[in-house]
């Protein structure tokens, strides 16, 4: 039968997770004819060998570099056969038929080019920072200011990122890479993922993109997904690093969203709140006990980079 979903995970180095992701790809979508392609980016762990010998039928593209998330997905999407895509991290688990359902959706709603489902950790709480709005200037605002915080259920003051959803079925500015059932023609039409984003924000760049051309983004609090969330970071300094490239990428997508008066603000009132945190944080290292040296580490890193103090390099 032909595949009319193709589920797309990239892997690097994180075998018995993309094992665990796998087998609850395969326990949960039923209601949906499917292929899974797994793009490795260079991984030197038994991920490869552990998809051909547990899982023969899923087809597996090997990169010889790290290409990074977008570039790897965009490969998967060429390989694809399927109308519609689900792009899901390996790090991500299924725990329903999210794949069917939210190809459903897509179906209904002609407009749609990208839908989102509610994002959980692995003990059932939320996932924060999974969707929002996209980074203009009002947005950028509440995020800033904390409206969006006094006021987490209104619309109206929504900001970058929206912890509290409004309704069941929302339309939004971006939803999470961490699950997302795109249409193969609009990922296609806008380019896929920026080359440029090796990885973070590279979600709300492809769902600006979409918007820009005319398709709407969703977000769907009925169907759920649980995500480790950062289950391929292994050291500390990764950990800063990541934080550092997130701040670096999203800056990008913010100048291409908000214009040149909403990414100065943007700068402006970002660099305050970093400088904030690093005196908080700082002055919280004296307290016995306390626990955000990490925290603080990388408050500091991404304050330097913004004011052009750390190497382009880090």
Request: glycine share 8%; hydrophobic share 45%.
């Amino acid at each position: 039968m032909q595949a009319k979903l193709s589920i797309i995970i990239v892997s690097f180095n994180t075998s018995g997770l993309l094992a665990d992701c796998l087998a609850s790809v395969y326990e949960q979508t039923r209601g949906i004819p499917f292929e899974v392609i797994v793009v490795d980016n260079n991984s030197h762990d038994e991920s490869c060998q552990m998809v051909r010998e547990r899982f023969p039928g899923v087809r597996l593209i090997e990169n010889r570099e790290n290409l990074g998330f977008g570039v790897a997905n965009n490969l998967g999407a060429k390989a694809a056969r399927a109308p519609f895509l689900m792009l899901l991290n390996c790090d991500a688990l299924l725990i329903e038929d999210t794949g069917a359902a939210l190809v459903e959706f897509l179906e209904r709603e002609a407009a749609a080019g990208v839908v989102g489902p509610r994002v959980m950790l692995m003990d059932g709480t939320r996932q924060p920072k999974t969707f929002g709005e996209l980074p203009t200037l009002r947005a950028t605002l509440n995020q800033n200011l904390l409206f969006s915080s006094l006021w987490p259920g209104s619309r109206f003051f929504s900001g970058i990122f929206i912890e509290k959803p409004w309704d069941r079925i929302m339309e939004v500015g971006w939803v999470s890479g961490v699950c997302m059932v795109i249409r193969l023609e609009a990922f296609a039409a806008v380019g896929g993922f920026d080359p440029e984003l090796f990885i973070y924000a590279e979600d709300i760049d492809l769902c600006l993109r979409l918007t820009q051309a005319g398709w709407r983004v969703y977000r769907v609090e009925d169907q759920a997904i649980r995500h480790l969330c950062g289950g391929s970071v292994k050291t500390t300094h990764q950990m800063l690093r990541n934080a550092v490239m997130q701040q670096r990428n999203f800056l990008k997508v913010t100048d291409r969203c908000a214009g040149s008066a909403g990414s100065l603000l943007y700068r402006v009132s970002l660099g305050a709140g970093l400088a904030l945190r690093v005196l908080i944080r700082g002055a919280s290292l004296l307290l016995p006990g306390n626990r955000q040296w990490i925290a603080f580490q990388s408050s500091w890193l991404c304050l330097l980079d913004l004011v052009g103090l750390l190497p382009k390099s880090f």
